[in-house]
């Protein structure tokens, strides 16, 4: 295996970040207005992550889109705990810090998810102007960039989404492969669809997409959420034929003006998006959810954002789904399937 800490130092200039890395890409079927799919009909998987250790009294179902869905077929992993101490102010803890700490990571060639996670502190640790979103953007491009420079034979798979995939642990990534995190706090499924391009270099065994709270936070409609995550399905089976992408359902809250009997309309309509244009739904708001159908309070720190235990819930999901993942990459690969 390819070292994959060796990111090229020549992608910086003078230390700095320069501006995101543009790739035009080729036209692509619009379908910002029509429903129709661009990818054979087949039946796929959604994926419904259960555990007798997180599951409530009563869970929140999206009703199955075909009849054969399915599962993983592994037993279900025992959830490890972090192995390094937590203490005050060894980790970051704002968006000033975690930008500085990733600047210091590439600007010292490193994969900032292969290092311990409270690495650089005299680079981040008395960071305090924000960066703004443009800065996010070209940060993130410029990680993708090294990515794709030294990924070699490594597995790699991305994160894309807003502040809930931004802040996941890289301590609770699973190690056996690359991560790339692609979140930036506060963006929506138009920022995303209008990004994608950032990392289309890549060569990703799987994406995972989870997207739309803040689009409901900021008033859009459920059909302007929906039209989106169907253009960045389409742009990203585009960009990469040979990854699984994996929908994500918006997660349940506890903030008031956010009804989680919407956001289930919406994830039951995403799972049939995600149906039509080849990808994997995973289900995850049942995990998160309480008796009631709202956020578990033990998984949340404020009634939107993830509690660390709220990342081991997630982690745990993912775990299980990439092994489903490797469980069927031969025989997708076998099939020629173009999902």
Do not use: C
Not at 125 to 148: C, D, F, G, S
Not at 281 to 296: I, P
């Amino acid at each position: 295996m390819s070292d994959p800490s060796l990111l090229a130092a020549s992608l910086l200039t003078q230390g700095k970040i320069s501006d995101a890395v543009t790739v035009k890409l080729p036209l692509i079927q619009q379908a910002a207005t029509t429903d129709e799919t661009i990818v054979s009909q087949k039946i796929l998987p959604t994926i419904e992550i259960t555990s007798p250790e997180f599951s409530q009294q009563r869970r929140q179902e999206i009703p199955s889109l075909q009849t054969n869905r399915l599962k993983p077929t592994v037993s279900e992993p025992t959830i490890t705990k972090a192995v390094i101490p937590r203490k005050f102010n060894t980790l970051p803890a704002s968006g000033s810090q975690m930008y500085s700490q990733r600047l210091a990571a590439l600007r010292a060639g490193k994969v900032y998810t292969r290092v311990p996670s409270n690495s650089f502190q005299s680079a981040w640790v008395k960071a305090t102007e924000q960066p703004t979103y443009e800065q996010w953007k070209q940060l993130l491009a410029k990680e993708a960039k090294a990515i794709a420079t030294g990924q070699g034979s490594n597995q790699l798979t991305i994160l894309v989404g807003d502040s809930l995939s931004l802040w996941f642990p890289s301590d609770r990534l699973p190690g056996d492969r690359l991560w790339l995190n692609q979140g930036i706090s506060g963006d929506t499924s138009t920022g995303i669809l209008k990004r994608l391009s950032a990392f289309s270099q890549t060569r990703p065994d799987a994406i995972y997409l989870m997207v739309g709270i803040n689009d409901l936070r900021r008033g859009a409609t459920n059909e302007s959420i929906l039209r989106n995550h169907r253009q960045i399905l389409r742009r990203l089976r585009f960009n990469h034929p040979q990854a699984r992408i994996i929908v994500q359902s918006i997660l349940p809250t506890r903030k008031a003006g956010l009804f989680n009997d919407r956001i289930l309309q919406i994830n039951q309509q995403l799972a049939a998006i995600a149906y039509q244009e080849g990808a994997t739904y995973l289900n995850l708001f049942g995990l998160f959810s309480d008796a009631e159908g709202n956020l578990r309070p033990d998984l949340t720190t404020d009634g939107l954002h993830l509690s660390p235990r709220g990342y081991e819930v997630w982690q745990y999901a993912l775990q299980q789904t990439n092994t489903w993942v490797a469980l069927n990459r031969h025989t997708d690969l076998q099939k020629g399937l173009k999902r």
